[in-house]
């Protein structure tokens, strides 16, 4: 079965310009997160979004946006970035609690974006 | 607010020599812990959920056992491709989000 895939995988942008992210979570997952995480360090959660609502917010900058749409496709929209916004970016989903045999509430992470702001 | 520790920050063991990872955590109400293994550039990789004091969990050389303060990942008779970052997470009842801690980086030496 296909895992969770991300676009693109490499992204390289310049100072104050606008970046977009996007997430295909597995089929039947209903719910999608979003993480950052720099050299070296944990992932930091962003952001969730839990049938097509946004559930949570972690850590995410105000210039940071993001949403889910009906195909359950998620994006992350960055604007006016930071050299300090240079990380991999993580995109998980989950799978409805009770739905599915085996199911541990596990997220199940995509390949990541690697995001390099000059 | 959710606290997630993890120690030691790296280990390295020969092969054969079992060892102990530790996460401490504080949250209000816990919805799931969850072990992730994860090898440098790749995202984390599922390894155990536990929901409640008293639960462990299997796999294979990995044991994960849970308290009301603490889960331990126990590695028994690590081999060299068990070198990986080791993550633990938790979520809070009611909710999505994920608290990471800062991983144990295991290295075993052949």
């Known amino acids: 079965a296909a895992g969770v895939i991300q676009s693109p995988r490499h992204l390289i942008k310049e100072k104050r310009e606008t970046a977009t992210l996007k997430c295909y979570p597995i089929s039947r997952h209903d719910t999608v997160y979003w993480y950052q995480q720099g050299p070296g360090q944990d992932p930091q959660f962003l952001i969730s979004?839990?049938?097509?609502?946004?559930?949570d917010k972690g850590s995410i900058p105000d210039r940071f946006s993001a949403q889910q749409f009906s195909d359950y496709h998620s994006e992350l929209n960055m604007s006016s970035l930071e050299l300090g916004d240079s990380a991999l970016y993580f995109c998980a989903s989950s799978a409805p609690l009770g739905e599915l045999a085996g199911n541990n509430n596990e997220q199940f992470f995509g390949p990541g974006t690697r995001l390099t702001v000059l | 607010e959710d606290q997630v520790t993890q120690s030691p920050e790296a280990l390295r063991l020969q092969e054969g020599e079992s060892s102990s990872l530790n996460c401490s955590y504080t949250?209000?109400?816990?919805?799931?812990l969850f072990w992730y293994r994860q090898d440098p550039g790749k995202g984390p990789e599922f390894l155990f959920t536990?929901?409640?004091a008293g639960e462990e969990k299997e796999k294979e050389r990995l044991k994960a056992t849970l308290t009301k303060k603490e889960s331990f990942l126990h590695i028994t008779a690590p081999k060299p491709e068990d070198s990986a970052t080791y993550l633990c997470?938790?979520?809070?009842?009611?909710?999505?989000?994920?608290?990471f801690g800062a991983g144990t980086r295991l290295f075993v030496k052949a």
């Open positions: 979004f839990y049938e097509k609502m946004q559930s």
């Open positions: 997470a938790v979520q809070e009842t009611g909710g999505f989000k994920t608290i």
């Open positions: 949250v209000s109400g816990l919805r799931g």
């Open positions: 536990l929901y409640s």
